[in-house]
């Protein structure tokens, strides 16, 4: 049977659809090329905003068209949020977010009996959704999904109502899942969740499982796919000192860089705080990458307020900054706040801070030409190579090399979203 899994959204779904790809594969299932090709579609989706959702109803409608006689499942967080409407679809196996690990079996279940499927719990308080991946066969990186759901309720966020309360992997599964993903040629892990820097697990925190993995010979990097500017206490700062296999590079959501946004966000800092955290990472990391993400035009932003955000991003200097304006989300306290700022504002705010955004990745990447880094290779592409420096430059080689080597390298200069890099040799 060919199977294709779709997924939209986050490094989250990224994981567990990876889960349902490798668990199928060990069942003696093969991937098909494309959905007219699949007798089996899985489709992980994504709620975050508006555009999302709609994106991922689109992709059924499709699928539905081009191949109605596949065995259709959809999960993840526009299911969890639209369950009702999702039923509509004729869809065969529906599973909200708290099921995913039992869709592999809930397949060979429905091959057997051909009874259609619909799991639903709407219950925040939920158990950890144990999955294990032996292999992380679409990226060189490998994702360990350590811990899901979230209790920060932020405005504008549905995302704690969709992936239920904050709960974690087990400290020494994760361990395991490191050790294998490691015995079977990843160099670097990349440690993701809802909201990461929660974990805990019978006493161990983020920093205990980093320093933990770390201890394993064959992992080269270990990355923080996000962690808020709150976890990062004075245990963190130390294992940052300390502890080299960390790479060089954290995202840390921002979401508006004015103190009146950020107390009606529900953010739980303001700017000062963000400010003295990033300038002790500095003191400790100069080179540093920060990269972050920020909403515009959320209910009661105004020019003025806006103006406060792009200064205080050109004070702080992110890498890279991922724009979002404001999708309004039932049953959260922003959709129902007045002073909702027109489309077409958020449109030309968006467009203002990417522009920002771009300067500053040019102004940061600046910093390192001429000098001498390591990369990671990722992908090959007609005799061109790309790979990854810890801080996560994007570089371009003009040879083709296999995927996952340390490679060491001088940054040239910058070519459309590439820094172009000579080799100096390559490593182990």
Known sequence: MKFIVINF?????????????????????????????????????????????????????????????????????????????????????????????????????????????????????????????????????????????????????????????????????????????????????????????????????????INEIAKIDEIKRIRISSIEITELNDKFMEMLKNNQKVVNHLHIPLQTGNDEMLKIMNRKYDTKYYLDKINLIRSIRPNINITTDVIVGHPYETEELFNKTVEFCKLIGFGKIHVFPYSPRENTKAAMMPNQVKEEEKKKRALQLIRISDILSCVYEKNFINQEMQIITETNHQGKTVGFTDNYIKVLLDENLPPNEIIFVTLMEKQDDYIKGKIIKRGE
């Open 9 to 209: 959204g986050c490094k989250v779904n990224a994981y567990e659809s990876t889960y349902f790809e490798e668990k199928l594969l060990t069942y003696g299932y093969t991937k098909a090329a494309s959905v007219p090709d699949a007798d089996l579609i899985i489709v992980n989706t994504c709620s975050v905003t508006n555009t999302a959702d709609s994106k991922c109803k689109k992709e059924i409608r499709r699928i539905k068209r081009e191949n109605p006689n596949a065995i259709l499942v959809v999960t993840g967080c526009s299911v969890q949020n639209n369950f009702q409407e999702y039923q509509k679809y004729g869809i065969d196996i529906l599973v909200g977010n708290f099921f995913k690990s039992k869709i592999p079996s809930l397949v060979e279940e429905y091959l057997h009996n051909k009874q259609k499927v619909e799991l639903f719990e709407n219950n925040r308080k939920q158990l950890f959704d144990n999955m294990f991946l032996d292999k992380f066969a679409s990226h060189t990186r490998a994702f360990i999904k350590i811990q899901d759901g979230c209790d920060n309720f932020c405005s504008y966020c549905v995302i704690p109502l969709v992936r239920g309360s904050v709960r974690s992997k087990d400290f020494d599964e994760c361990v395991k899942e490191a050790k294998t993903l490691a015995q079977n040629g990843h160099k670097e892990i990349v440690l993701t969740g809802i909201h990461t820097g929660s974990y805990n697990s019978n006493g161990f925190d983020l920093v205990d499982l």
